[in-house]
């Protein structure tokens, strides 16, 4: 399903331009128009969807395969040392976009990119604990009635 006033759906049906560098049946990926390093792209299911969290598990599997494999093309075309994987999910993590795309960013030794980190350390280990098992209850609660 395409959202009609989506950039990149648009982008995916091939109405809008952009420097495509794979599809097949579920995905699409492209160059991103404001690099942050030469070869910046994005991988995007041909559905829309604006969550991870509505993406159907094959798709999402694709789009992790496909970026595996253009991080790997780019090291050897930009002779990247590395390379991220960002998913930027929901406006709070910097999503811009509203149809969900996850970046493969080639890293360079030194290239200056700082991604915002900052660790927070839980109270005690006891509020840590407390957390993984409201985690773990959730994810089995969400696995038995089929909801994210
Ligand atoms: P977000 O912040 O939502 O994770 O990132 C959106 C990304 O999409 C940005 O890196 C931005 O440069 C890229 N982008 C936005 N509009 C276009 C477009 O029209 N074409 C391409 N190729 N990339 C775009
Ligand atoms: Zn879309």
Known sequence: MKAIHCIFCKISAGT?????????????????????????CLVIPKAHF???????EATAGRMTAVAAKLGAALMRVVEADGFNLILANGAAAG???????????????????QLPARAIPY???????????AVRNRLAASAKNGVA
């Open 16 to 40: 809008i331009p952009a420097a495509k560098l794979f599809e097949d049946d579920l995905v699409t990926a492209f160059l991103d128009i404001a690099p942050l390093n030469p070869g910046h």
């Open 123 to 133: 109270k005690d280990a006891a509020a840590r604990d407390a957390l993984a098992e």
């Open 95 to 113: 999503q811009v976009v509203p149809h969900v795309h996850l970046h493969v960013i080639p890293r360079l030794p030194a290239d200056g990119i």
């Open 50 to 56: 604006h969550s991870i969290t509505e993406v159907p």
